[in-house]
């Protein structure tokens, strides 16, 4: 068993170039032993608008949205940062969030490279065309910042992808609000220290604050001071966003939920199928949108696969966050086991259940968030356990008899973010992969990404694009020149 030292700050919200005192205080709880780990100050009302006001005073007033140089050096070094804390993050978010030591590891490194990307992007992407239309008549654009971007995280990998949002929103020249859920409020802290060392970043540019409840979400949504919201999270609470913020015609990046289809043909070696099936499902602990929550198997090894997952699913290790030997951490609080587990007793008449998980309710991590796998086969592709987002280690079996029934089931719903093909066949991965309504699928592999290569989802999935060359583009605005020479000039 794994010992805590508990660690009280309630130094968490960064605004305007210092910290501020203000606010209520609130406990973070490590999912895994279920003990506060520490304090936060939730931010309030008043602590909300200041982050707001200052970040358009600082859009305004300094040379933030001018200067690429300046952006480029202050996000390097700002990289810089992050990494001399990345072994602290890594463990803190590891405590707080119930993510597998390795995997947060992987996350805070990851955020590092993708923020290194973004500061090569403020220097290198310039944009703007010229063209002299008929003689003497020029035409130029420039790519200008939007302004203050509200940057809205998810607990379930708050470093990356609150870097994935703000490192090219800060790249295009805007100030940003970064709000940082309240489940991992000390991970946020501790990003906020890496931006309060950062001496080449303006006061006001880069604020970080956490909280609770939605009042400074609904503050960036609704002021006429911030011109674009970037949201990673369910789509129920996307399409609210997307509601509220029609009406001032705020622009809008939101990467929302998913209901990855893993689809596998008979001719695949199962036995090595089988590992990366497992980890798509147990890979944050079944809590992220690119989840593997669907396997779609061939009929002619369907007996196969069914056989291997179950025993596989059985077995899986559980432990906490920081067990190295742990396959599956918790989830994310108690509250979360019920629900999962509500659902399936309530669904689980859709299919025939294979290995019923649930919650441990015996040991040492009775005392945590704690959910075994669970996996059913389910025949009808309108069962709530397909179309549903569940968010915790559950996946749905499902047989197909041929590709186009493959590519009918998997597309069957109106999630669009993510896919798996698994075939020996290069022509038929490629000829799937392009059937399917996703905006990422993975061909003989799962869940891999790089800052190169844009992130986007389809449908309900997304609205925009984050990583590579294009992230930028989601936070600008093009403006057009005109000039005429009358000499020319007909």
Known sequence: ??????????????????????????????????????????????????????????????????????????????????????????????????????????EVQGAV???????????????????????????????????????????????????????????????????????????AALVAQAVSETQSLPAGVLNVVSESGNIL????????????ISYTGSTHVGRLIAQNAGRPLKRLNLELGGKAPLIVFDDVDVDLVVPQIVTALVAMNGQFCCTGSRVLVHRGIADKMRAALTKAYASVRLGES??????????????????????????????????????????PLARGAFYRPTLIEVEPVGAFLVQSEVFGPVQTLEVFEDEAEAISRANATEFGLAASVFTADANRARRVAGALEAGTVWMNCWGIVTEHMEESGLKQSGVGSLCGPRAIEQFQEIKVYVSVDPAQAA
């Open 1 to 106: 068993m794994t010992q805590h030292t508990r660690i009280h700050t309630l130094q968490t919200n960064w605004i305007n170039g210092s910290w501020d005192y203000e606010g209520a205080a609130g406990t973070s709880v490590s999912p895994s032993t279920g003990e506060v780990v520490g304090e936060y100050l939730d931010i309030g009302p008043e602590q909300a608008r200041k982050a707001i006001e200052t970040a358009r005073a600082a859009f305004v007033l300094t040379p933030w949205s001018r200067n690429r140089d300046l952006r480029s050096r202050a996000l390097f070094e700002l990289a810089d940062r992050l990494d001399a804390r990345k072994d602290e993050i890594a463990k803190m978010l590891s405590r707080e969030g119930g993510k597998l030591i390795a995997q947060t590891t992987w």
């Open 113 to 187: 490279e993708w923020l290194r990307y973004s500061a090569a992007t403020a220097i290198l992407q310039t944009g703007g065309r010229a063209v002299e239309t008929t003689p003497g008549m020029y035409f130029h654009s420039n790519p200008e910042p939007m302004g203050v971007v509200g940057v809205i995280t998810p607990w379930n990998s708050p470093v990356m992808l609150a870097v994935r949002a703000f490192g090219p929103a800060l790249a295009a020249g805007c100030t940003v609000v970064l709000k940082m859920p309240h489940q991992t409020a000390l991970t």
């Open 322 to 363: 920081e067990d190295p030997q742990a396959q599956l951490g918790p989830l994310i609080d108690k509250a979360s086991v019920a629900r999962v587990d509500a659902l399936i007793e309530q669904y689980k008449h859709e299919g025939k259940v294979l290995v019923r998980g649930g919650g441990v309710t015996e040991g």
């Open 217 to 228: 979400s609904s503050m960036l949504v609704d002021s006429p001071l911030v011109s674009a």
